[in-house]
C-alpha cells in the first residue's frame, strides 16, 4: 500500500456533519481547495453523516483521474442519512447502525463506490471495533475477497482506542491503523502500537489531532476532549501547554498539528476542516516557525511522554 509522499490527508467526518452542518456546496469547496493545496489523500466513512461524507467526497472528486488520488473508506458502522452523531432529541451515537457480517460488509462496500463515484477503494477500515472484534473480524474475510477482485487495495482498522487494533492485529494482517485522537499533545498512548505495527509492517495514520476541539480552542469553558466535556485533569494540562506556548509565541494549534507529524512511524495526518478557511489555517500553521525549546519544555515538564519524537 503506497500513501502520498506528502503524509497529509483530508478526513470527512466533518464534512458529514459531525459538528455543524454546512452544505454540499461548501463541501466540495473544501474538497477543491485540498486538491489545489496538494492533498491527494481522502479519507471518509458511510457513518460521517450516513453516507453524506462519502457523496460529497464522490462529487467533489468527479473529474479527477483515479490514478492521482488515494480514496479509503471504512465499514461496520452507519447511520441514518444526513444525521448527526446525535439525533435530534436524542444521546449520541443512539441511531447508529452496526453491522460486520459478511453480507453487510458487501452491501457497504457496494454503497460506498456508488457514493464515491468509484470502481476501487485504495484502503477500507474495520470502522470504530472498540468492544467489538470478535464481531468485526466477520468482516475480514469479505474484504480480503474483494481485495483479491481489485476492488479493495488494502484493508485497515479506525479506531478511538489503541485496545482494539492490538487485539486484531494479533488475529489477522491489516495493512493500516487509523487512530482517532490517540497520537496529540494530551494522549500519546499510540505509542504501544509503535513496535506492533513495526514488526507486521502495518502503516500508522493518525486523526483528531486536537482531540476533539480542546487543542483548537484551549482550555476554555466547554472544551471538548474525546466528544466530551473535557475533565479538570485535561483542561489543567491544557492550560500548561497553553502557558508554554504563550512562553515561546506559539500558536497551540501550530503545535498540536505538528507534534504528530515528527514521529518517523506516522505514514499519514488527517486534517478535518470544515471550511476552506480551517484548511487554509490547518495548512499554514503546519509550516509555522516553532523553536526547538518549546518542544524541549514540553518533555522537561512532563507534558509529553519522553519517547516522542520531537520537531
Known amino acids: 500500500m503506497k500513501l502520498p509522499a506528502n503524509r497529509l490527508g483530508l478526513g470527512g467526518a466533518a464534512l458529514g456533519v459531525l459538528f455543524d452542518p454546512i452544505g454540499d456546496d461548501a463541501a466540495r469547496a473544501v474538497v477543491a481547495a485540498a486538491w489545489d493545496a496538494g ?18 467526497f464522490g462529487a467533489g472528486l468527479k473529474g479527477r483521474s483515479r490514478e492521482d488520488y488515494f480514496l479509503s473508506t471504512k465499514t461496520g458502522v452507519t447511520r441514518p442519512y444526513g444525521q448527526a452523531a446525535a439525533p435530534p432529541g436524542g444521546a449520541r451515537r443512539a441511531a447508529d447502525i452496526w453491522d460486520y457480517s459478511p453480507e453487510g460488509t458487501n452491501r457497504s462496500i457496494a454503497r460506498s463506490l456508488e457514493r464515491l463515484k468509484t470502481d476501487r477503494l485504495d484502503l477500507v477500515h474495520l470502522h470504530d471495533v472498540e468492544g467489538r472484534t470478535d464481531a468485526a473480524m466477520a468482516a475480514y474475510p469479505a474484504l480480503a475477497a474483494l481485495r483479491e477482485k481489485g476492488v479493495v487495495g488494502a484493508i485497515g482498522i479506525g479506531a478511538n482506542r489503541i485496545d482494539a487494533p492490538l487485539d486484531l492485529m494479533a488475529r489477522a494482517k491489516f ?31 493518525v486523526g483528531g489531532v486536537f482531540n476533539s476541539g480542546i487543542l483548537a480552542t ?5 472544551a471538548m476532549f474525546h466528544y466530551d466535556p473535557a475533565p479538570e485533569l485535561v483542561l489543567q494540562r491544557t492550560r500548561a501547554i497553553e502557558a508554554l506556548c504563550r512562553k515561546h509565541d506559539v500558536p497551540l494549534r501550530a503545535a498540536a498539528l505538528q507534534f504528530p507529524l515528527a514521529h518517523p512511524d506516522v505514514a499519514m495526518l488527517l486534517l478535518g476542516p470544515r471550511h476552506v478557511d480551517e484548511l487554509a489555517d490547518n495548512l499554514a500553521l503546519l509550516t509555522h516557525p516553532i523553536p526547538a525549546a518549546f518542544w524541549r519544555s514540553l518533555q522537561a515538564d512532563g507534558l509529553v511522554n519522553k519517547g516522542c519524537p520531537l520537531p
Request: aromatic share 6%; glycine share 12%; net charge neutral.
Open 39 to 56: 492533498i491527494r489523500a481522502f479519507d471518509t466513512s458511510p457513518l460521517y453523516g450516513g453516507g453524506l461524507s462519502e457523496e460529497r
Open 175 to 205: 495493512d493500516a491503523v487509523l487512530v482517532a485522537g490517540r497520537y496529540s499533545l494530551l494522549d500519546q498512548s499510540m505509542l504501544d502500537l509503535v513496535p506492533v505495527a513495526r514488526k507486521a509492517g502495518t502503516k500508522l495514520i
Open 218 to 222: 484551549g482550555a476554555v469553558p466547554g
